[in-house]
């Protein structure tokens, strides 16, 4: 009799901890690819601001290296590799004076 209901039971079960699964999967893939994105806009930003100027802080540049490589651990690339380039060949400032922080600002 137990059997039985072991028999039963078992398919509905892995079949309900599959689906979870899945549904989990879907989540995770839609939250990655949404972060990516979040990522992808922000670099954008930081590339033409600091590249209209010329110069990119210190702080901004360890922003965009970071983000960069969360973006290409989630499977980003393309463009975005060439900005990072682009980025790595500006002259990094230290520190900025109060008309620069305005400019950027």
């Known amino acids: ?8 039971m ?16 879907k989540e995770r893939d839609a939250n990655s690819r949404g972060t ?3 990522l992808r806009v922000q670099m954008m930003e930081y590339h033409d601001k ?8 210190s702080y901004a540049y360890q922003n965009f290296c970071d983000m960069y490589m969360a973006y290409h ?3 980003g690339n393309g463009m ?20 620069e922080k305005q400019k950027l600002d």
């Open 36 to 38: 990516m994105l979040l």
């Open 73 to 75: 651990e989630l499977g």
């Open 80 to 99: 975005i590799t060439k900005m990072y380039d682009e980025i790595q060949e500006l002259h990094i400032r230290k520190k900025m004076n109060n008309n």
């Open 10 to 25: 078992l398919p509905f079960l892995l079949g309900y901890i599959v689906w979870l699964l899945k549904r989990q999967k």
């Open 1 to 8: 009799m137990i059997t039985q209901t072991y028999t039963i």
């Open 50 to 57: 600091y590249m209209d100027i010329g110069y990119i802080p």
